[in-house]
């Protein structure tokens, strides 16, 4: 794994849901697990967070151009309600970007499937659907990891109060038929836990760079921006400082190349997050 830490910090189970995930300029609150807050998780992550992050390279899943001035790599979990409806803003972000080769994404595993103290496990099949989409990958390549991500997050309920088993993991070939695979050798590959040590070293990952929540992206640009864009992004995501803290939802590097963004932000947020880091 790379940027690893400490025994100590790799077991901590770091992740939270994002209790104030904003759809549509209003806040939703999830029922029973996901608004579970776990203890054990960084109390001060480190501000240079861009020392952590692995980079964006040709191992990642990345839909749109590689090259692209502005990489959003998202850290999601398939059975949190919040990574669904940012999922589909994502897919909105990329039918308005993707087209012209100016935004790419970068989709990386963090699945909460980690006991808390308590022994709790938030999202228990989360790390296995995580693996199917490295199967589906493993067996048809980019194309066919997309489609099979889009798929499972357009018909799964997720976990929350109301529908605590989420997916049915029966549906998990039935996706894997859907984005045209070979059933058989997808089950034997989700079967041996192929995929088991990276969706781990994913996870890793995000707890180094001081990931808490899911979904969290981090914007890498390919340049550092100025001052005055560092202030006008402050002022985008004044309406969502927390109201108990007034911390941001966003986290700015030392080098003024990335922009960490934590939870399901409105579409109308990130594009204006986008369109402001195109001006520049």
Same mark, same amino acid.
């Given at each position: ?6 025994? !100590? ?84 972000? %990329? ?13 990386? !595993? ?42 499972? &997050?357009?018909? *799964? ?39 088991? !040590? ?21 914007? #890498? ?18 309406? &969502? ?6 911390? &941001?939802? #966003? ?9 960490? %963004?934590?939870?399901? %932000? ?6 204006? *997050? #986008? ?6």
């Amino acid at each position: 794994m790379e940027n690893q830490k400490p025994q !100590s910090v790799l077991n901590i189970p770091t992740a939270i849901l994002i209790a104030g995930a904003i759809i549509a300029g209003s806040v939703i609150w999830s029922k029973g697990p996901s608004s579970q807050v776990t203890k054990n998780q960084p109390s001060s992550p480190s501000d240079s967070f861009e020392q952590q992050l692995k980079p964006v390279t040709s191992a990642d899943h990345i839909l749109g151009n590689p090259n692209a001035k502005i990489k959003i790599v998202e850290y999601s979990d398939p059975s949190c309600p919040f990574c669904k409806v940012f999922h589909s803003t994502m897919k909105k972000v %990329m039918a308005d970007y993707g087209a012209s080769g100016n935004v790419a994404w970068v989709y990386r !595993s963090y699945p909460l499937d980690k006991p808390d103290p308590n022994g709790r496990i938030l999202h228990p099949n989360a790390g296995r659907e995580s693996q199917a989409f490295e199967c589906a990958a493993d067996l048809g390549g980019n194309d066919a990891f997309w489609k099979y991500t889009n798929r499972l &997050y357009e018909i *799964t309920p997720s976990v929350t109060g109301d529908t605590p088993k989420g997916l049915d993991q029966a549906q998990l070939p039935e996706i894997a038929k859907f984005a045209g695979l070979n059933v058989e050798d997808f089950n034997n590959c989700l079967s041996t836990g192929k995929f088991k !040590s990276k969706i781990d070293a994913d996870f890793t990952n995000g707890v180094n760079v001081g990931i808490q929540g899911t979904p969290a992206s981090i914007i #890498i640009l390919s340049k550092p921006f100025s001052l005055p864009v560092k202030e006008k992004l402050m002022a985008i995501y004044e309406p &969502y400082k927390d109201p108990q803290t007034g911390e &941001y939802p #966003i986290r700015l590097s030392s080098d003024s190349k990335m922009v960490m %963004m934590s939870g399901a %932000m409105p579409i109308e947020i990130v594009k204006a *997050t #986008i369109d402001l880091l195109f001006t520049y």
